[in-house]
């Protein structure tokens, strides 16, 4: 069974930082390209960075273009994100999301999501 | 960026109904077009994919189409599992968008 688990949300001030990290299991990790997504409380979906099966090409939304950097490590099976210069408006669920294939650009399973709060 | 519109924002309906939800892409997408199911405190459930293409298990009285900049999610004899929130999302190009979403409600 696919599983993916987020950590490392939680509270931080504005202009802080913070990493967020995504544990797969009960797939081929290496052979998928993977997305980070959130949700803002009470709000729809936005796909925020995506980064390919070797981790050599990445993509970011320009909400977070310059601040955030998606990274992975096929030997862990791991997804990351690192935060900077963090705002208000990046409070959210932030979710791991697994492409249907390499660079897909579409999601067959999704983790639980962490949340992050931007406040001072 | 590609701006994806759906209507209407909230839907309410009879189990049993037919319910149809509309996506718009500000640019023609083809067929690059994504559904997902979300549920409240849950992860998004992917339904559909290339317009039309059901995932495995996602039940039959689940439809989607269209091309270009006009799609379509039906939801034939809606069932009490099925009350939720559905987006669409394009994936014709980075970046990925999604629209605003579609709340299902009991009526």
């Known amino acids: 069974e696919v599983q993916l688990l987020e950590s490392g949300g939680g509270l931080v001030q504005p202009g802080g930082s913070l990493r967020l990290s995504c544990a797969a299991s009960g797939v081929a990790f290496s052979t998928y390209a993977m997305s980070w997504v959130r949700q803002a409380p009470g709000k729809g979906l936005e796909w925020i960075s995506a980064?390919?099966?070797?981790?050599?090409?990445?993509y970011y939304a320009d909400s977070v273009k310059g601040r955030f950097t998606i990274s992975r490590d096929n030997s862990k099976n791991a997804l990351y994100l690192q935060m900077n210069s963090l705002r208000a408006e990046d409070t959210a669920i932030y979710y791991c999301?697994?492409?249907?294939?390499?660079?897909?650009?579409?999601?067959?399973?999704w983790g639980q999501g962490t949340l992050v709060t931007v406040s001072s | 960026d590609i701006q994806m519109t759906q209507s209407p924002s909230t839907l309410s309906a009879f189990v049993g109904d037919r319910v149809t939800i509309t996506c718009r892409a500000s640019?023609?997408?083809?067929?690059?077009l994504a559904w997902y199911q979300q549920k409240p405190g849950k992860a998004p459930k992917f339904l559909i994919f290339?317009?039309?293409s059901l995932e495995s298990g996602v039940p039959s009285r689940f439809s989607g189409s269209g091309s270009g900049t006009e799609f379509t999610l039906t939801i034939n004899s809606l069932q009490p599992d099925d009350f939720a929130t559905y987006y669409c999302q394009q994936y014709n190009s980075y970046s990925w968008t999604f629209g605003q979403g579609t709340k299902v409600e009991i009526k």
């Open positions: 290339k317009a039309s």
């Open positions: 999301a697994k492409d249907v294939y390499d660079n897909a650009g579409f999601f067959d399973y």
């Open positions: 640019q023609s997408i083809s067929t690059s």
């Open positions: 980064i390919s099966v070797s981790g050599g090409r990445t």
